[in-house]
């Protein structure tokens, strides 16, 4: 295997007293070559700590980071060569686009002639061609960020750390940026580690997410894997919408693959099957999660549906554009969300006694955490 281009071997960091406890817990955390990796997590969690570390404009409290397989404690953050982006801008609002993404290459001592056209060659990948006489203030928010980009990039570094960039854009703007950064990315084989809490962002963006949760990584997996086997009861609750059932396991697993599987007494009275994650033993107190893509909804009684049916009221529909959403009530106060395309037939109407079910390979079962 290659050597990783950054590596974190158990980092921790606290900003005071030790005794005042870690932002950073204890971070073992590989970066590919070429790869986009997003640190998603809640305010608070260590996120922006750890790119901090990286940057070098904080120090570890024990371990070592490595880049390209050189310990870099002894390197400030200028000597480390590595490019930051943040929320805002942090443009000079004295000096023109061309000056700002120019400046990296004058303090590393780039010659004049040289640094025209590697500016020029920057401002273009952002599509910025025209707009190098300008000052950052008759700029858009958009294109302010994407001078930020191409300053990052322009002295070509192995990595570059973006640190929530599109917080201060609207939904529209983020999302065109999210695909741009996502092609510049492809395009020129970047290496980028990029930290956002928000999980739309990352599923869209990301080859690998690690996902963090007070100073500590819960699970670091694609995008994919991510959504549809999280590792924990936390991971399933903050990476795209889950129904949250709480229950207590009633028996040890059963079956093999696909088809393994315990049976839980939810909370609101009813017995179901579901693919055990990290629930305990018989007796412990467990959460069963399942997406709402994956609650089927029928307008006929849940005796009739089969036998892992549940009963349930409808109690609201919600037009989202292209999928509505339905509320039900399970009794004793539970409510799953089920999720149907628009059109996919005939609704009932609130009030209506109706079954909701699913197949138990999509429902998982976690221990209950806090
Ligand atoms: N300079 C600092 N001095 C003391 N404590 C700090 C400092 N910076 C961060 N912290 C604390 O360290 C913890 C982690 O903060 P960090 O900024 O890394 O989280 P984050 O996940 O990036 O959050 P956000 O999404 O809100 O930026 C928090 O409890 C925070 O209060």
Not at 194 to 216: K, M, N, P, W
Not at 251 to 263: C, L, N, T, V, Y
Not at 270 to 275: K, S
Request: aromatic share 6%.
């Amino acid at each position: 295997m290659a050597e990783p281009l950054v590596r974190f071997e158990g980092v921790r960091k606290a900003y005071g007293a030790a005794a005042s406890g870690y932002a950073v817990q204890r971070l073992d955390l590989e970066v590919e070559k070429g790869e986009l990796l997003t640190l998603l997590g809640p305010s608070g969690s260590g996120k922006t700590t750890t790119l901090m570390l990286l940057a070098g404009f904080e120090m570890p409290s024990e371990g070592r980071i490595l880049l390209g397989g050189r310990d870099i404690a002894r390197l400030p953050p200028h000597r480390r060569g590595i490019g930051v982006v943040f929320q805002s801008y942090a443009l000079f609002p004295h000096m023109s686009v061309a000056e700002n993404v120019a400046f990296p290459l004058e303090v590393r001592g780039v010659p004049r002639a040289a640094r025209a056209e590697r500016v020029r060659k920057a401002l273009a990948m952002v599509r910025l061609e025209s707009f190098g006489e300008r000052r950052p203030t008759q700029l858009s928010g958009g294109q302010q960020q994407r001078v930020a980009l191409a300053r990052a990039m322009v002295f070509e570094p192995p990595i570059v750390l973006l640190d929530e960039p599109l917080g201060a854009l609207d939904k529209a703007l983020r999302e065109e940026m999210q695909y741009e950064i996502r092609a510049l990315h492809q395009r020129l084989g970047l290496t980028m580690m990029y930290v956002t809490h928000d999980q739309q962002e990352a599923l869209t963006l990301s080859d690998r997410i690690a996902v963090f949760e007070g100073g500590r990584i819960r699970q670091l997996a694609a995008p994919r894997r991510l959504y549809e086997q999280p590792e924990n009861a936390f991971v399933a609750g903050f990476v795209g919408e889950n129904n949250r059932l709480p229950g207590v396991v009633r028996s040890a697993p059963e079956g093999e693959g696909r088809d393994r599987a315990i049976r839980v007494m939810l909370d609101s009275g009813t017995e179901v099957l579901a693919r055990p994650v990290d629930a305990g033993a018989p007796g412990s107190r467990c959460l069963v999660a399942v997406r709402p893509e994956r609650v089927a909804v029928a307008a006929i009684l849940a005796s009739e549906m089969g036998e892992d049916a549940l009963s349930a009221r409808l109690v609201e529909v919600i037009f989202q554009g292209d999928h509505v959403r339905l509320r039900l009530s399970l009794g004793d106060g539970a409510e799953v969300v089920a999720k149907r395309p628009v059109g996919a037939g005939m609704l009932p109407e609130p009030g209506t006694l109706v079954s909701v079910a699913w197949d138990p390979a999509h429902a998982h079962a976690f221990a209950a955490e806090g």
